[in-house]
């Protein structure tokens, strides 16, 4: 079998055939070149407006880097032709296997790109000895691709997420779908303002936006305001990920200042390594740490008076009635606000302040799945940290349309990857 018969079957030109290959220079062996001529009597198209049109002159051979081949650079060599477009003027004419001035092919760009998803960028570019910066130009191009080609019809439930993406309080805002059948990230913006995220909805236009059934999101203000106006119509449900979270936030607070105060009025420090016994649900700790627990649990703590008002608005989730929930969430606030810890205050006045989109939760539950953006926000912290390099805002939009965005790819006669 002949390399010339395989690349007829891995990737067939109609109006080109593979003349020969060979190795570029025969003593060292370590790239292959394939000549590429085109078929006779066929006619160039012109690369201004897709016609065929007649042919100019022929411009100087050029190499184009296709799939490597066990271990083995493998370059296209081609001698472009111009055509003389009755339309366009003199241009230079389109071929298949690349698109403008690019030296990567298009199956070598779409292969670098689908190693780009289980691999560094900086790792893929060392396993099949490319640079970073063609690595990260390939999925720049499988992102921009997907994003023109992808679909946004028919999306019902979004839910509307924010992550810090460096040191300093700067911020991404997420969008997702999340409809039962379908999950993806749809949206990054940069900041969290309310300017962000109207940038979303003029990107989704009026009519889908008409169309969203369920949007889920935090408390954070900006947000509530933009939602309030572009989609009032839609149930808007403040997830329970976010408001754990914001709990979370509390109690670690709590606990901080109590374990300074201790500390200083030189009590032993039974809040050392308390942090996750703390945060975590008891299901969820080691053994040591559920030791920990029931031995904090023997004082009066601050922490712990915390910690026991967190555990049991768990309960709140379990409700089906958002009737009965209501009474729940009532009572807990009360509660909470007789309680002097003033982190755990400030939590129940911002629920009493929204009770109604906390209650909304008990309309949606069933129709989305409402862990999903849980599940997201940490896909989206594992890219992000897994990535060194990518300092840049750009860098980091990519990279998450490439590995969240469940983009879209060509139609390919063979998939190299
Ligand atoms: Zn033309």
């Known amino acids: 079998m002949q390399l010339k018969s395989i690349l007829n079957c891995v990737e067939p030109y109609k109006s080109f055939v593979y003349k020969k290959a ?41 190499r184009f880097e296709f799939v490597p081949l066990w271990q083995i650079a493998v370059f296209f060599v081609y001698a472009m032709r111009r055509v003389e477009c009755p339309r366009c003027g003199v241009k230079v004419e389109e071929v298949p296997w690349c698109d403008g001035k690019n030296q990567l092919t298009g199956s070598y760009r779409w292969f670098l790109a689908g190693w780009a998803k289980r691999l560094s960028w900086k790792g893929v570019a060392e396993a099949f000895g490319t640079t970073w910066q063609n690595v990260f130009r390939s999925v720049q191009h499988a992102v921009s691709w997907g994003l023109a080609y992808r679909s946004l019809e028919n999306i019902e439930a979004i839910g509307i997420d924010e992550v810090q993406w460096q040191k300093g309080h700067k911020y991404l805002t997420l969008v997702y779908q999340i409809d039962a059948g379908r999950k993806r990230l749809l949206w990054i913006g940069r900041d969290r303002t309310a300017k962000t995220l109207l940038r979303f909805f003029r990107m989704l236009g009026k009519e889908r936006s008409s169309k969203l059934k369920f949007i ?9 305001k933009v939602i309030a106006k572009k989609a009032a119509h839609a149930v808007h449900v403040l997830d329970r990920f976010h408001i754990m979270q914001k709990m979370s936030k509390a109690i670690d607070e709590v606990r901080a200042g109590e374990a300074r105060q201790m500390k ?110 849980e599940g997201l926000n940490n896909k989206v912290k594992l890219t992000t940290r897994k990535s060194y390099g990518f300092r840049t805002y750009e860098a980091i939009e990519i990279t998450l349309y490439h590995n969240l965005g469940a983009l879209p790819e060509p139609e390919f006669t063979h998939r190299f990857w």
Not at 216 to 224: A, F, H, I, N, V
């Open 264 to 373: 200083a009025d030189g009590y032993e420090e039974v809040l050392k390594h308390s942090r996750w016994c703390l945060l975590k649900r008891p299901e969820n700790l080691t053994d040591k740490q559920t030791v920990k627990l029931s031995e904090l649990l023997k004082y009066n703590l601050r922490s712990v008076r915390a910690y026991l008002l967190k555990e049991d608005f768990q309960r709140l989730w379990e409700y089906v009635r958002p009737g009965w929930a209501g009474k729940f969430l009532d009572e807990w606030c009360t509660r909470t606000m007789r309680s002097r810890l003033e982190p755990m205050k400030k939590i129940a006045r911002s629920l009493r302040a929204h009770r109604e989109l906390i209650l909304n939760w008990f309309q949606a539950k069933g129709a989305v799945s409402t862990g999903i953006v």
């Open 22 to 62: 060979q190795w570029a220079d025969p003593r060292t062996k370590t790239t292959i070149e394939i000549l590429i001529e085109p078929r006779a009597n066929g006619r160039p198209i012109c690369s201004g407006c897709g016609q065929r049109a007649p042919g100019y002159d022929r411009l100087a051979e050029r």
């Open 216 to 224: 889920c999101s935090d408390m954070w203000k900006p947000y509530l």
